[in-house]
Every structure is written in structure tokens, then in C-alpha cells.
């Protein structure tokens, strides 16, 4: 079994900032994959950041130049810092993976349970 644990979410004001980690944890053999996602009140989920095994990025355009997805392989861990945040970045935050199972050498997708991230004055 695999879980994908996540943290860092909290309430601010707008121009703070947040940094949410997510963990793997469990049968690993690899992990690809890292992505972002989140999902407001009435909206679909959607893609915040994401980020492969090899360091390569991608943001939806909302975000770019506010926030940074970085990972660290060994941890099996990625990250969000989330810097100049804004009422419209109100959502909770899904960290997904894709993941090579050490029982199977198959791929799987997973997620994580969530976090609330609340930015209101």
C-alpha cells in the first residue's frame, strides 16, 4: 500500500505565503510524476504545478511567477511555496503521484487526502 501524506495548509491574508509539503509513503519502487492540484467551492479540481522525476516544471498560468513546485527524490516528497497569495487561491490543495509499485512494478495513481488553504483579510 501506498499514502500520500500532506501538510502546510493554514489560513493567511492576502501577500503571505504558504508551503505545503506532501510525502510518499509505503511499497515504493519509484516515483515519476509529482503534481498540484486543488479545488475551490463549486469549481473543479484542477492543475496547480506540476513536476517530473527529472526536475522538469509546468504551472497552470494563474500561479506562474507566485508559486514553485520543487521535489526532493530521496524523501519522495514535493513541494509548494506559495508566495503573493490571493483570495482566488482559496481552495484545497490535492498533491497526486505517480508511483511505481515495489510488489508489482506497476504504475498506480495516487492521492492525497488535502489541504485547506484559506487566504481572506
Known amino acids: 500500500q501506498v499514502y500520500l501524506a500532506e501538510s502546510g495548509g493554514g489560513v493567511v491574508q492576502p501577500g503571505e505565503s504558504l508551503r505545503l509539503s506532501c510525502v510518499a509513503s509505503?511499497?515504493?519502487?519509484?516515483?515519476?510524476?509529482m503534481d498540484w492540484y486543488r479545488q475551490a467551492p463549486g469549481k473543479q479540481r484542477e492543475l496547480v504545478a506540476g513536476?517530473?522525476?527529472?526536475?522538469?516544471?509546468d504551472y497552470a498560468d494563474s500561479v506562474k511567477g507566485r508559486f514553485t513546485i520543487s521535489r526532493d527524490n530521496a524523501k519522495n516528497s514535493v513541494y509548494l511555496q506559495m508566495n503573493s497569495l490571493e483570495p482566488e487561491d482559496t481552495a484545497v490543495y490535492y498533491c497526486?503521484?505517480?508511483?511505481?509499485?515495489?510488489?508489482?512494478?506497476?504504475?498506480?495513481?495516487?492521492w492525497g487526502q488535502g489541504t485547506q488553504v484559506t487566504v481572506s483579510s
Open positions: 509505503g511499497s515504493i519502487f519509484s516515483v515519476n510524476a
Open positions: 497526486y503521484a505517480q508511483i511505481v509499485s515495489k510488489l508489482s512494478m506497476r504504475t498506480y495513481d495516487y
Open positions: 513536476i517530473t522525476r527529472g526536475g522538469a516544471t
